[in-house]
């Protein structure tokens, strides 16, 4: 490419990208302006100025000069676009993918926002709502128009908006159905006037939820189910699969259920509040880690059925979540039995906290040995290779540097404050009671940091001998008697890595030498029935060593037997017969 050329690429890239940022800001500060207008318009009817001229000065103007310079903006950009190279620019994408994006969340949160200030009654602030909420669901139709264009839709980034949308209408969803069904619960568990609002009822409260959650699943479900979303196979829709999906759900799961757990413990151990305060996170956290399984389970067996990767990458996310969870639970353990050890009676905050750590443990450690399954050994994998089981073995290994990297850095960190309290006090520092009580919250995390990183280092260091000595030789022989004349080192060590048996090795009389055994022992297996011969191979021309163990791994391939003896002639001819007994 000339340098011409390539100064006159770059000038139309910033060119566009200029042209789409700007259009942009005009979009928004349009929509901004008719909002004003139009929530004016429904909280005064025909009188717009209600005393507030600066605010009405400024609609006036986004509306009156932005709105006509998107227009004409827009209709230059639109006119270009029937140019192939103008729709594949990286701008012209971006640009949709913002205001598709922006325009989406506020419509839906200003349009639910309404819905929920009318159920809750007595209050004019649905207007304002009401009309931001349709300036921007405007927009999101007339975006949503360029979107599906047949012939001036973006041609890249094409997926984003359907990912981002789906997972947006999920979080949605999600929220409004947690904090519906905790509500529902509460109010089950503690009674219908300890779970309202002062001054609202609960089922209020919950009904407003109830349209979040209603709301956020017809977002899901239309960019999800009818724009195909969970059909797409793209980098963003795996990252958004792993991320929302699996570490999102994967989070509230083992937090709802580790406050569900501390609260049992709290109730059958620790009574030294009023049951009705013990009981108040009961609900919220039985709703979380009930709705966020759901989603959990839903997102996991989507990732069963993607790629290796996928798969592989929600497995270690949720490992990695979990083995979080269990870490902090030993953490706080140790914690807690420092502070019993330095204190001779156990007050109510210590088992609160000990009771914290065995929760945290009793959730975070069983999905950790589910997911990461540590008795179960990995294949080795060379590195560098290629594939599905290539890429997932490098991710594993990655994890496993940076968990023992963070945990490694924790563990300095909380080892340098251990130092610091324990010169602190030696030094006449009193103030802060004794060594055991100044150091045992670090001391607690330096052992649940040291734990996960010593267990990591390890692993990594197995899995990388492993790669690096290559799969394990299956042994097909139990026991080879190798007789040849020529140097036996490179028949024997072709015989050791086809057949992985031991090797004695006999040299031929007939080339003057005495026939000296020396033996390789190996472990055969059980005596196996004979099979016939193998066929000799006639010596090619110019045949040398290398081309002689070739041969013979050529020939071992296949064979099987307790015990086989392989002859080499002086002119090169090769016989394997599998022997009896």
Same mark, same amino acid.
């Given at each position: 490419?000339?340098?011409?050329?390539?100064?006159?690429?770059?000038?139309?890239?910033?060119?566009?990208?200029?042209?789409?940022?700007?259009?942009?800001?005009?979009?928004?500060?349009?929509?901004?302006?008719?909002?004003?207008?139009?929530?004016?318009?429904?909280?005064?009817?025909?009188?717009? &100025?209600?005393?507030?001229?600066?605010?009405?000065?400024?609609?006036?103007?986004?509306?009156?000069?932005?709105?006509?310079?998107?227009?004409?903006?827009?209709?230059?950009?639109?006119?270009?676009?029937?140019?192939?190279?103008?729709?594949?620019?990286?701008?012209?994408? !971006?640009?949709?993918?913002?205001?598709?994006?922006?325009?989406?969340?506020?419509?839906?949160?200003?349009?639910?926002?309404?819905?929920?200030?009318?159920?809750?009654?007595?209050?004019?602030?649905?207007?304002?709502?009401?009309?931001?909420?349709?300036?921007?669901?405007?927009?999101?139709?007339?975006?949503?128009?360029?979107?599906?264009?047949?012939?001036?839709?973006?041609?890249?980034?094409?997926?984003?908006?359907?990912?981002?949308?789906?997972?947006?209408?999920?979080?949605?969803?999600?929220?409004?159905?947690?904090?519906?069904?905790?509500?529902?619960?509460?109010?089950?568990?503690?009674?219908?006037?300890?779970?309202?609002?002062?001054?609202?009822?609960?089922?209020?409260?919950?009904?407003?939820?109830?349209?979040?959650?209603?709301?956020?699943?017809?977002?899901?479900?239309?960019?999800?189910?009818?724009?195909?979303?969970?059909?797409?196979?793209?980098?963003? &829709?795996?990252?958004?699969?792993?991320?929302?999906?699996?570490?999102?759900?994967?989070?509230?799961?083992?937090?709802?259920?580790?406050?569900?757990?501390?609260?049992?413990?709290?109730?059958?151990?620790?009574?030294? *509040?009023?049951?009705?305060?013990?009981?108040?996170?009961?609900?919220?956290?039985?709703?979380?880690?009930?709705?966020?399984?759901?989603?959990? &389970?839903?997102?996991?067996?989507?990732?069963?059925?993607?790629?290796?990767?996928?798969?592989?990458?929600?497995?270690?996310?949720?490992?990695?979540?979990?083995?979080?969870?269990?870490?902090?639970?030993?953490?706080?353990?140790?914690?807690?039995?420092?502070?019993?050890?330095?204190?001779?009676?156990?007050?109510?905050?210590?088992?609160?906290?000990?009771?914290?750590?065995?929760?945290?443990?009793?959730?975070?450690?069983?999905?950790?040995?589910?997911?990461?399954?540590?008795?179960?050994?990995?294949?080795?994998?060379?590195?560098?290779?290629?594939?599905?089981?290539?890429?997932?073995?490098?991710?594993?290994?990655?994890?496993?540097?940076?968990?023992?990297?963070?945990?490694?850095?924790?563990?300095?960190?909380? !080892?340098?404050?251990?130092?610091?309290?324990?010169?602190?006090?030696?030094?006449?520092?009193?103030?802060?009671?004794?060594?055991?009580?100044?150091?045992?919250?670090?001391?607690?995390?330096?052992?649940?940091?040291?734990?996960?990183?010593?267990?990591?280092?390890?692993?990594?260091?197995? *899995?990388?001998?492993?790669?690096? &000595?290559? /799969?394990?030789?299956?042994?097909?022989?139990?026991?080879?008697?190798?007789?040849?004349?020529?140097?036996?080192?490179?028949?024997?060590?072709?015989?050791?890595?086809?057949?992985?048996?031991?090797?004695?090795?006999?040299?031929?009389?007939?080339?003057?030498?005495?026939?000296? /055994?020396?033996?390789?022992?190996?472990?055969?297996?059980?005596?196996?029935?004979?099979?016939?011969?193998?066929?000799?191979?006639?010596?090619?021309?110019?045949?040398?060593?290398?081309?002689?163990?070739?041969?013979?791994?050529?020939?071992? *391939?296949?064979?099987?037997?307790?015990?086989?003896?392989?002859?080499?002639?002086?002119?090169?001819?090769?016989?394997?017969?599998?022997? !009896?007994?």
């Amino acid at each position: 490419m000339s340098t011409a050329s390539a100064a006159g690429s770059a000038q139309r890239t910033v060119r566009r990208l200029i042209t789409y940022l700007l259009l942009f800001a005009l979009v928004v500060i349009a929509a901004i302006g008719l909002s004003g207008l139009l929530e004016r318009l429904l909280v005064a009817g025909t009188t717009l &100025a209600t005393g507030d001229i600066a605010g009405l000065a400024r609609s006036l103007a986004f509306t009156l000069i932005g709105g006509p310079l998107a227009a004409v903006l827009w209709w230059v950009v639109w006119r270009r676009l029937g140019d192939e190279t103008e729709r594949a620019s990286v701008g012209w994408g !971006l640009y949709m993918t913002g205001v598709y994006v922006l325009s989406l969340i506020l419509a839906t949160t200003n349009l639910l926002s309404t819905l929920t200030t009318l159920i809750g009654g007595r209050s004019l602030q649905w207007r304002p709502s009401l009309a931001t909420g349709l300036v921007w669901a405007a927009v999101w139709v007339w975006h949503r128009w360029m979107w599906r264009h047949p012939r001036k839709r973006p041609l890249d980034l094409t997926d984003v908006p359907t990912v981002l949308g789906s997972y947006i209408g999920l979080v949605m969803g999600v929220s409004g159905t947690v904090t519906a069904l905790s509500i529902l619960l509460d109010a089950a568990i503690r009674g219908a006037m300890a779970a309202g609002i002062v001054g609202k009822p609960w089922w209020i409260s919950a009904l407003q939820s109830l349209v979040w959650a209603v709301g956020g699943a017809l977002v899901w479900w239309w960019h999800w189910k009818h724009d195909g979303g969970r059909l797409l196979r793209t980098d963003l &829709a795996s990252v958004g699969l792993m991320l929302v999906g699996v570490l999102g759900a994967g989070v509230l799961t083992l937090g709802g259920a580790g406050v569900t757990v501390f609260t049992l413990l709290r109730l059958a151990f620790d009574r030294t *509040e009023p049951t009705e305060q013990l009981l108040e996170p009961l609900a919220t956290a039985v709703a979380a880690a009930a709705i966020g399984s759901l989603v959990w &389970a839903y997102h996991r067996g989507l990732a069963r059925g993607s790629s290796e990767g996928v798969r592989q990458g929600s497995r270690l996310i949720t490992s990695g979540v979990a083995l979080v969870a269990a870490a902090s639970g030993i953490g706080v353990i140790v914690n807690a039995v420092l502070a019993m050890a330095a204190t001779p009676f156990v007050g109510s905050g210590i088992r609160t906290l000990l009771l914290g750590g065995i929760s945290s443990l009793l959730v975070g450690g069983p999905v950790w040995w589910v997911a990461w399954k540590p008795l179960r050994r990995t294949p080795a994998a060379k590195p560098g290779a290629a594939g599905d089981s290539g890429r997932w073995q490098n991710a594993r290994r990655v994890y496993l540097v940076v968990v023992f990297g963070l945990s490694a850095v924790v563990a300095v960190i909380t !080892l340098l404050v251990i130092g610091y309290r324990v010169f602190e006090f030696f030094l006449g520092d009193l103030s802060g009671g004794s060594v055991v009580e100044r150091i045992r919250a670090p001391l607690g995390l330096l052992v649940a940091t040291g734990l996960v990183a010593g267990y990591h280092f390890a692993v990594w260091r197995d *899995e990388r001998a492993a790669g690096a &000595a290559g /799969p394990a030789r299956k042994r097909t022989i139990g026991h080879v008697v190798l007789v040849t004349g020529s140097d036996p080192a490179p028949l024997h060590r072709v015989i050791e890595d086809v057949t992985g048996a031991g090797v004695t090795v006999w040299r031929r009389a007939d080339v003057g030498a005495l026939p000296v /055994p020396v033996t390789v022992p190996g472990p055969g297996p059980a005596p196996a029935p004979g099979a016939a011969p193998g066929p000799g191979l006639a010596p090619g021309p110019g045949d040398d060593t290398g081309q002689l163990a070739g041969r013979l791994a050529a020939e071992l *391939e296949g064979v099987t037997g307790a015990r086989v003896l392989v002859t080499v002639s002086p002119d090169g001819r090769i016989d394997v017969i599998p022997l !009896l007994g």
